[in-house]
T-cell receptor
Framework: DTGVSQDPRHKITKRGQNVTFRCDPI?????LYWYRQTLGQGPEFLTYFQNEAQLEKSRLLSDRFSAERPKGSFSTLEIQRTEQGDSAMYLC?????FGGGTDTQYFGPGTRLTVL | TQLLEQSPQFLSIQEGENLTVYCNSSSVFSSLQWYRQEPGEGPVLLVTVVTGGEVKKLKRLTFQFGDARKDSSLHITAAQPGDTGLYLCAGDRGGYQKVTFGTGTKLQVIP
């Protein structure tokens, strides 16, 4: 299977705990995006990487959120001191962009986070 | 500021009916994608349109990119219950600018 994978699929945690999610993009895709999505809404941009460089981070994102893509392959998203408002689906997407090409993203299945 | 507005936000129709979903913006996009998402899953890519005025067909789905590359539409003919889901458009402005997602259209097709 060469699609985008995310782990875990579901995470239940208590308020104040730290959580970390992993995303494995499609092999050789150079861009990787993280989004947050609540029920019935479109994905909300969190951050994205071009290879290992983090090119943009949403201004809405608090300092409790951090993402890494150390070798330009898989990425991790960490949320520190979780709050109930962090409960959402966290989506990862990857794309291959070069020259003036299009940024067509392929999504993983998402990680559903529930903060109690 | 939401760069991509979709309409309608919700749509509930009977099986066999036709429908059109719109994705509008004041910005010009180098390409635009349409996705369908089912509950608990990630969005699945349906199509990418690149050229102004381009029309693409995918079985009963017809996608059109506006001449000025600022808007797009998705038309479904003879909707089926399997078409139920959240439809999302996403615009790419090229270079290092991030892709922008629309507000979403939730479609329910009743058997």
């Amino acid at each position: 299977d060469t699609g985008v994978s995310q782990d875990p699929r579901h995470k239940i945690t208590k308020r104040g705990q730290n959580v970390t999610f992993r995303c494995d993009p499609i092999s050789e895709h150079n861009r990787l995006y993280w989004y947050r999505q609540t029920l019935g809404q479109g994905p909300e941009f969190l951050t994205y990487f071009q290879n290992e460089a983090q090119l943009e981070k949403s201004r809405l994102l608090s300092d409790r959120f951090s993402a890494e893509r150390p070798k330009g392959s898989f990425s991790t998203l960490e949320i520190q001191r979780t709050e109930q408002g962090d409960s959402a689906m966290y989506l990862c997407a990857s794309s291959l962009v070069f020259g003036g090409g299009t940024d067509t993203q392929y999504f993983g299945p998402g990680t559903r986070l529930t903060v109690l | 500021t939401q760069l991509l507005e979709q309409s309608p936000q919700f749509l509930s129709i009977q099986e066999g009916e036709n429908l059109t979903v719109y994705c509008n913006s004041s910005s010009v996009f180098s390409s635009l994608q349409w996705y369908r998402q089912e509950p608990g899953e990630g969005p699945v890519l349906l199509v990418t349109v690149v050229t102004g005025g381009e029309v693409k067909k995918l079985k009963r789905l017809t996608f059109q990119f506006g001449d000025a590359r600022k808007d797009s539409s998705l038309h479904i003919t003879a909707a089926q219950p399997g078409d139920t889901g959240l439809y999302l458009c996403a615009g790419d402005r090229g270079g290092y600018q991030k892709v922008t997602f629309g507000t979403g259209t939730k479609l329910q097709v009743i058997p």
